[in-house]
């Protein structure tokens, strides 16, 4: 079931009720098989079933205490639901176990930040800034510049706004971050309009 729920999955175009039923199978025979309970629980997700994905994926952490990746998971759906304090613990927890997972370091960043916790936000988006990982999460550079807006450096803060809207200058908070500098700038705290 395990294998077939693979081919499945690796396929073009794959059936995910096919391979949701085949990893079903797997698990019901061996309970405890944790990668079978985490695919379940990503394929769940593909299907827009978030409540089953979320079991699935306490259910591979009930299997291995160890298993970092239903908590990364975990953590992405708390900071989809906005729930900050839940993403925090998910991401600790899955760094207990990995502590140079980037992924979790990104969404301890965010969720740190959307708390106003500067600190833990900067210590945890610094790791994913020195990572060989960071073009895929742009959104740090908007974190940094929010922590050194936060602190009065108002000229270092636009210079990593401009990185984070130089790879994503088509989406509303690019628009959001040009105003506020351009704000800036208004109020004399940039030497030149950053936008």
């Known amino acids: ?6 081919k499945e999955l690796s396929k073009k175009k794959p059936n995910l009720s096919k391979a949701t039923k ?9 309970s405890e098989f944790a990668a079978a309970w985490y695919l379940l629980g990503e394929v769940r997700v593909n299907q827009k079933d978030r409540t089953g994905a979320i079991e699935a994926f306490q259910q591979s952490m ?21 729930r900050w304090e839940d993403a925090v613990q998910l991401s600790d927890e899955a760094l207990e176990i990995t502590p140079t997972h980037v992924k979790a370091h990104y969404f301890s960043a965010v969720a740190n930040s959307s708390l106003g916790r500067i600190e833990a936000a900067e210590t945890a988006a610094l790791k994913v800034l020195d990572s060989h990982e960071v073009e895929q999460y742009p959104l740090v550079h908007y974190v940094l510049g929010w922590i050194l807006s936060q602190r009065g450096e108002f000229e270092a803060a636009a210079a990593r706004y ?29 030497q030149e309009p950053g936008t």
């Open 1 to 6: 079931s395990w294998e077939k729920a693979g």
């Open 22 to 30: 085949e990893l079903e199978k797997a698990v019901k025979i061996y």
């Open 62 to 82: 009930d299997a291995d205490v160890d298993y970092v990746n239903p908590r990364v998971s975990l953590a992405l759906i708390a900071l989809e639901d906005e």
């Open 162 to 190: 401009r990185q984070f809207m130089e790879i994503k200058p088509e989406i509303p908070l690019s628009q959001r971050l040009r105003e506020q500098m351009a704000g800036w700038a208004e109020q004399g705290l940039l």
